[in-house]
């Protein structure tokens, strides 16, 4: 089953708007959360994390939510441009207990358009 | 500091077949993790080496297996091939204290099983 889901496959947004990524885990013992960006023929490479003790953490242009009750994060890039075009994965990891490994998504490929 | 290197970048074989393929973690990165991502799963986890020993596995059958030398250069084997199998396999480094949350991704191992 899957513990971490990236619902929308897929998302287009203007260049300048806002592009908002959602991502639910079912599982209650994670409390760290990451997104990863991925580009075709690159390994995925890290973008911004949460600590569930925290509700939004903000780096530049983008911002990850939190809801710990509706087991829910998203991600927020504004304004969007271009260059973020990308297939973005959703992280999870339980921290807490022990050092398990991340768990991901399936995975949303977001394209900006000019 | 270069990134975590992985050979070869593109394979093709064929059912029945065995592989190998090959990670260099970023100097100093001690923890290894490889995961396989398929359009249909996302990236899912192979499993984990750190300091020669593996430390999670993920659920895989035992035709997935590893090793890591004392170098932290990391190999995976795939042995009697699949169709199944056709996947990029992507390896992680983390820093010396392992932390699943500060991994970085080489380019992958794009896998083409006939």
């Known amino acids: 089953d899957q513990q971490v889901k990236q619902n929308s496959p897929s998302l287009s947004v203007q260049e300048g708007r806002i592009s908002i990524l959602n991502c639910d885990y079912t599982n209650s013992m994670f409390d760290y959360f990451l997104w990863y960006k991925k580009y075709p023929a690159e390994g995925p490479t890290f973008l911004i994390s949460i600590s569930s003790i925290k509700d939004k953490n903000e780096d530049g242009r983008f911002t990850v939510f939190l809801n710990k009750s509706a087991k829910h994060l998203s991600l927020h890039i504004v304004p969007s441009q271009p260059g973020d075009s990308a297939v973005y994965f959703c992280?999870?990891?339980?921290?807490?207990?022990?050092?398990?490994?991340?768990?991901f998504g399936k995975g949303t490929r977001l394209s900006v358009i000019a | 500091k270069a990134g975590v290197t992985q050979t070869p970048r593109y394979l093709i074989k064929t059912r029945g077949q065995q592989v190998t393929l090959s990670c260099s973690p970023i100097s100093g990165h001690r923890s290894v993790s490889w995961y396989q991502q398929t359009p249909g799963q996302g990236l899912q986890f192979l499993f984990e080496?750190?300091?020669?020993?593996?430390?999670n596995k993920g659920n895989f059958p035992g035709r997935f297996s590893g090793r890591q030398f004392s170098n932290s250069r990391s190999e995976m084997n795939v042995s009697t091939l699949e169709l199944g199998d056709s996947a990029l396999y992507l390896c992680?480094?983390?820093?010396?204290?392992?932390?699943?949350?500060?991994?970085?991704f080489g380019p992958g191992t794009r896998l083409t099983v006939l």
């Open positions: 080496y750190f300091s020669e020993t593996q430390r």
């Open positions: 992280a999870a990891s339980a921290l807490n207990s022990g050092n398990t490994p991340l768990v």
């Open positions: 992680a480094s983390s820093l010396p204290r392992g932390g699943y949350n500060e991994q970085f």
